[in-house]
């Protein structure tokens, strides 16, 4: 006979368990809510919202206008837009001047999160993690940027409210470079800048070159706006963007004040602070000199390490501020150039173990000795001759290193690139393709001496245009748009012929790379092997990318 004693063991040990994922249960459920509380962004109060029965009116064929605001598109393929007022009602009228681009890029947007992250459920997931990152975000924007950005989501798509409120949305999107560039060093921004004056400079004035290399797919890159602002607070100011996105990656304001940002290794956050690109809009829009710039940049906090390349032509040169979440240090050479690629320079950020990681690891040390080659190389320095070094596909000593390789300054994925002449207040901004097209000019005193626009007229400079680099006339350029597409096909998981990868872009490390990795995945080994092999002949950009090749053949080699 079964004694209850032993009957009752089991049955306590069940009701135990109960009673532990019950616990459990509830625990995840209050984190569940939690997140959800925490993602519920409220918008800012605003006390007149009389700006929102404003109606864009197509002044002329092609010519959109509200006021004397206006959108155009110019025959270069740049849209062209001016936007003034107070911070909700400029947010509007740039919203409504250009809702289909605000709209548009969402769409692209999303079309990059859905091929990166395909599960609807983790998307949603993730919706209400990214809200938990930026918990904090709203008490770290201005009230004067959070307002802008409430207006300009005014105009934001209804298509996805899965994700978020428009307002939660177009806030969010501000902060997606720092955290994608902070929890997975992705470096989606590889950029490139640097300046020259006195003696460097052939008329001694300050000339300051960038490449934006940040990509989130070929869809993001298409509508880019030259974006005039004139502000009701602070000094006027003209930036290159993106609808629906008023921070500032490179821009110049009516001091001839530029702002321009290249991203650095950064460790893994804790929570959210200002966007870098928040920070930099708010040096261009309150800073006249260097030591304002500064000042602005020490009284925000940051979530990722960033470099602030700031030019002055009250001060005729150029500094970088380095700053990370902790730290902040200015970069100066004391001599008549300066150099920035995507490690930090100074004293005490230089010699920081991250930062020697970074040295030891990526492509930005490289980068930076060929942009200093170029610019030994090429005396004294022009916007011509400046344009010259940003389209550079070469590595260092002329070498072929394969179109598109990231070590090199032009990399072929730039979203922009631009140059300033800060005491001129003329600004070159590229054309597609990427930094192959022609640059055009824009004079920012006739710009912002305009009183709106009633007819749709070419606002460039013609007669400073640059014309499009010969790189495109070439037969290796056309093999490389052939290699961009394989790769891409690559990518999207579609079938592609590694001989024809391999051959469109013969000197490039990532082209054996992916042929190894396609023959590879698909268990033929032995073909796979020699890409591998080949591929460590080329230069390779980063020790991460090396480290793969060599696993790869390691692990092929002791296949039976």
């Not at 837009?81 to 947007?109: C, H, T």
């Not at 207040?425 to 000019?441: D, E, I």
Request: charged share 20%; aromatic share 12%.
């Amino acid at each position: 006979m079964i004694s209850m004693q032993k009957v009752k063991r089991p049955y306590r040990f069940w009701r135990r368990l109960l009673r532990v994922l019950g616990v459990f249960l509830a625990l995840i459920l209050l984190f569940f809510l939690y997140l959800v509380w925490v993602s519920n962004v409220k918008p800012p109060k605003v006390e007149d919202e009389s700006s929102l029965t404003l109606q864009r009116t197509q002044t002329d064929t092609g010519l959109y206008t509200i006021g004397n605001n206006w959108l155009r598109k110019s025959k270069s393929g740049l849209y062209e837009m001016y936007v003034s007022g107070s911070p909700f009602e400029r947010g509007v009228i740039n919203g409504k001047l250009s809702a289909e681009l605000v709209q548009s890029q969402e769409d692209y947007f999303t079309e990059q999160i859905d091929k990166m992250v395909p599960s609807k459920n983790y998307q949603y997931f993730l919706k209400y993690v990214i809200g938990w990152f930026n918990r904090n975000l709203v008490k770290h924007v201005t009230p004067e940027y959070k307002q802008e950005i409430y207006g300009v989501s005014q105009s934001a798509s209804d298509n996805y409210g899965y994700i978020g409120t428009k307002y939660q949305r177009i806030l969010n999107y501000h902060s997606a470079h720092d955290i994608g560039h902070a929890l997975q060093n992705l470096m989606l921004v590889g950029c490139t800048s640097f300046g020259t004056w006195d003696t460097a400079s052939q008329d001694s004035s300050l000339i300051i070159g960038r490449n934006f290399d940040f990509y989130v797919g070929d869809n993001f890159a298409k509508n880019k706006i030259v974006l005039f602002t004139n502000p009701d607070k602070g000094y006027k100011f003209m930036s290159i963007t993106w609808g629906g996105f008023i921070g500032v990656v490179s821009g110049m304001n009516e001091k001839g004040l530029t702002v321009t940002i290249n991203a650095a290794k950064s460790n893994i956050p804790t929570g959210s602070a200002t966007p870098v690109s928040l920070v930099a809009r708010e040096i261009l829009q309150y800073a006249k000199n260097i030591d304002e710039a500064l000042q602005i940049a020490k009284s925000r906090k940051m979530f990722v390490s960033e470099s602030f390349l700031v030019g002055s032509a009250a001060d005729n040169k150029a500094v970088v501020i380095e700053k990370t979440p902790k730290a902040l240090e200015v970069y100066d050479p004391n001599q008549n150039s300066i150099l920035c690629t995507n490690h930090f320079q100074s004293n005490g950020l230089g010699s920081s173990e991250i930062n020697k990681e970074s040295l030891a690891e990526s492509a930005s040390p490289y980068r930076y000795k060929r942009l200093t080659q170029l610019l030994q190389n090429n005396g004294p320095n022009t916007v011509q001759k400046t344009i010259n070094i940003l389209r550079d596909t070469r590595g260092v000593d002329g070498a072929d290193i394969g179109l598109g390789n990231e070590k090199a300054v032009n990399q072929l994925i730039a979203h922009h690139s631009v140059v300033f002449q800060p005491k001129q207040l003329k600004v070159w901004v590229s054309t597609a393709p990427w930094q192959l097209g022609q640059f055009v000019c824009y004079d920012l005193n006739k710009i912002f001496s305009l009183q709106g626009l009633q007819h749709n007229t070419e606002l460039i400079d013609s007669a400073y245009t640059i014309a499009a680099d010969t790189l495109v006339l070439t037969p290796a350029y056309h093999k490389f748009l052939q290699f961009y597409n394989l790769k891409h096909q690559f990518m999207d998981g579609k079938s592609i012929a590694p001989d024809s990868l391999v051959a469109a872009n013969p000197q490039s490390y990532v082209a054996y790379m992916l042929a190894g990795d396609y023959l590879y995945k698909q268990k033929n080994y032995k073909k796979a092997l020699p890409y591998y092999q080949q591929a460590l002949t080329k230069e390779i950009a980063t020790v991460t990318e090396k480290q793969h090749i060599e696993k790869r053949i390691k692990e092929i080699n002791t296949k039976p």
